[in-house]
């Protein structure tokens, strides 16, 4: 008896935490998708450190599914907002904010990326720092309907939900404690997604 109620004391605060986790992550993933301003690939790799540390798989594939579903509804709807959009006169703040975050030499890469090369360029500009937005409205521009742009963007979200999954589960693994896996998962994503802008600032240097 008593070791039946150590058991279930161990495992409620656990369980609370989970019933509590996963929604939160569902809706900051999602939020980020709306709004780029939050860190969802720090959050996923967060969530992936302490699913580690719990030792239990399905743990890190609630994970999984939890981020590369929100993920995927929240550009599916972002991008239906930015098709209303394009068809309506006067515009709309979600367009204006998506145009507002792909500067003009990159949308004109994407565009030229996109005729290219096709879905493979938006599975992969997820997968790119600051990549996802000016593909998105090179999507916009180019008429893709809604139907194709989901389709090539479920691999995109499936892809990215495991890179910065496996950027946590390194980040739990080098260390005993999960708070420091944690900062260590957190410091690794920010890094990776510094570094473009800050390569593209080495370079203009040099350009010039």
Known sequence: MIALAAASTSTA???????????????????????????TGALVSSAAVVAFHQEAPLAMVLVFVTASLAAFLGDATLYWLG???????????????????????RLTQAQEKLADHGVAVLVLSRLVPAGRLPVMLACLLARWPMRRFARGNLPACLAWAVTYQLIGVLGGSLFNEPWEGVVAAV????VLSAAPSLWRRVRKPRAA
């Open 13 to 39: 605060p656990e369980t609370a935490q989970q019933a509590i986790g996963y929604p939160t992550l569902f809706l900051l993933v999602l939020l980020g998708a709306l709004v780029p301003v939050v860190p």
């Open 83 to 105: 098709r209303r959009g394009m068809h309506s006169k006067n515009g709309s703040r979600w367009l204006e904010a998506i145009r507002s975050r792909a500067p003009e030499d």
């Open 187 to 190: 410091a690794l994503t920010v």
